[in-house]
């Protein structure tokens, strides 16, 4: 009967004496403490690695961003006049490189009228007179390429005038 006893109180003490760790460290393997520092590591390289994901993925879109300027500054060649279809006195009087041009009128009283109705929607119109006799409607002056681009997308897609185009005046 004494042997069944130290048998059961050895049986008894035993777990409470080794948990897994002691059993881990006995066989060489890494304990609770070590797995959950390793698990830490492991979560800060992953997030470093997002973060380095991240810094290209905002590269690559810049990239994108100026690939597709370039390329709608390419293909849109007949959005831009040049100043030299522009007569002496116009020329002399833009303030700005570029105009984003909303109309051209042969009579100059529809050009007024047309800079009115502009005005009305909330864009500072400018008469630009041509060589050719003709008078443009120029709004959203700008010295920056990419400014009035953008000026010329609002306007395309806000429908005061599809067809509206740039006027480079240098």
Not at 40 to 60: K, T
Not at 90 to 115: D, K, Q
Request: aromatic content about 8%; overall charge negative.
């Amino acid at each position: 009967m004494r042997k069944i006893r130290i048998i059961f109180l050895l049986c008894l003490t035993l777990p409470l004496l080794s948990g897994c760790d002691l059993f881990r460290k006995l066989a060489g393997r890494p304990t609770s403490e070590q797995i959950e520092q390793k698990r830490a590591m492991i979560e800060r390289e992953l997030q470093a690695h997002q973060g380095r994901l991240d810094s290209l993925d905002a590269v690559q879109q810049q990239l994108s961003d100026s690939l597709a300027l370039l390329d709608s500054i390419r293909l849109s060649d007949d959005a831009l006049v040049e100043v030299r279809q522009i007569a002496e006195q116009s020329r002399n009087t833009l303030e700005y490189r570029y105009y984003v041009i909303v109309g051209a009128f042969g009579n100059r009283e529809n050009a007024v009228r047309f800079a009115g109705e502009i005005g009305e929607k909330g864009y500072s119109a400018e008469l630009i007179s041509y060589v050719n006799g003709f008078t443009a409607v120029g709004i959203c002056p700008s010295d920056r390429l990419a400014e009035v681009y953008a000026s010329l997308r609002e306007v395309r897609d806000g429908g005061i005038c599809p067809d509206a185009w740039i006027l480079d005046n240098q």
